[in-house]
T-cell receptor, first 115, second 111 residues
Framework: GAVVSQHPSRVICKSGTSVKIECRSL??????MFWYRQFPKQSLMLMAT?????????EQGVEKDKFLINHASLTLSTLTVTSAHPEDSSFYIC???????????FGNGTRLTVT | QKEVEQDPGPLSVPEGAIVSLNCTYS??????FMWYRQYSRKGPELLMY????GNKEDGRFTAQVDKSSKYISLFIRDSQPSDSATYLC???????????FGQGTRLTINP
């Protein structure tokens, strides 16, 4: 089946620093990738949608200058959390699909802890 | 009204029981339907997806869609402790970029 690889799986950083999370589709070309955030015992919250070669579309309430998304190729998207604060601590999950009729496949998530 | 409603549970059943997980949706434009399973601290994994009303079976799992009632179900037969996870439904509009997820139902299978 389709595989989406997300790295790192866990990261701890100090307040004020930036963290980059990578999401790769390993065996298919992902025309669209999505970034989600998930708090404990809650469902997935869509942060943004990125299409290869174009600017990401952010959901209402998500700061685009804080959560920088780059989708430079059909197999790689990155999320950079800039000037991280403790309230940014969360579980971030990426997903990818090959086309509008293709199912969505998820990475295994990145647990970010900002101290 | 939310686009997708799913009872968050928690749902706890004994091993071997038949489990029924359900979602309702309000948008008649939804055309196909996916179920994901999420273990703790992991990303969701696709379990099943179906395009039409009726049943689709895969091993111990059966996905059921009733478009007239806007009701979707996932049945798990002979449930195992390893089935303990959160199950999310996700109806999809063809051509739409975004998926809308249900809240997820936390399921525990007790040995």
């Amino acid at each position: 089946g389709a595989v989406v690889s997300q790295h790192p799986s866990r990261v701890i950083c100090k307040s004020g620093t930036s963290v980059k999370i990578e999401c790769r589709s390993l065996d298919f070309q992902a025309t669209t990738m999505f970034w989600y955030r998930q708090f404990p015992k809650q469902s997935l919250m869509l942060m943004a949608t990125s299409n290869e070669g174009s600017k990401a579309t952010y959901e209402q309430g998500v700061e685009k200058d804080k959560f920088l998304i780059n989708h430079a190729s059909l197999t790689l998207s990155t999320l950079t959390v800039t000037s991280a604060h403790p309230e940014d601590s969360s579980f971030y999950i990426c997903s990818a699909r090959g086309g509008s009729l293709s199912p969505l496949h998820f990475g295994n998530g990145t647990r970010l802890t900002v101290t | 009204q939310k686009e997708v409603e799913q009872d968050p549970g928690p749902l706890s059943v004994p091993e071997g029981a038949i489990v029924s997980l359900n979602c309702t949706y309000s948008n008649s434009a939804f055309q196909y339907f996916m179920w994901y399973r999420q273990y703790s601290r992991k990303g969701p994994e696709l379990l099943m997806y179906t395009y039409s009303s009726g049943n689709k079976e895969d091993g111990r799992f059966t996905a059921q869609v009733d478009k007239s009632s806007k009701y979707i179900s996932l049945f798990i037969r002979d449930s195992q402790p390893s089935d303990s996870a959160t199950y999310l439904c996700a109806p999809v509009i063809q051509g739409a970029q975004k998926l809308v997820f249900g809240q997820g139902t936390r399921l525990t299978i007790n040995p």
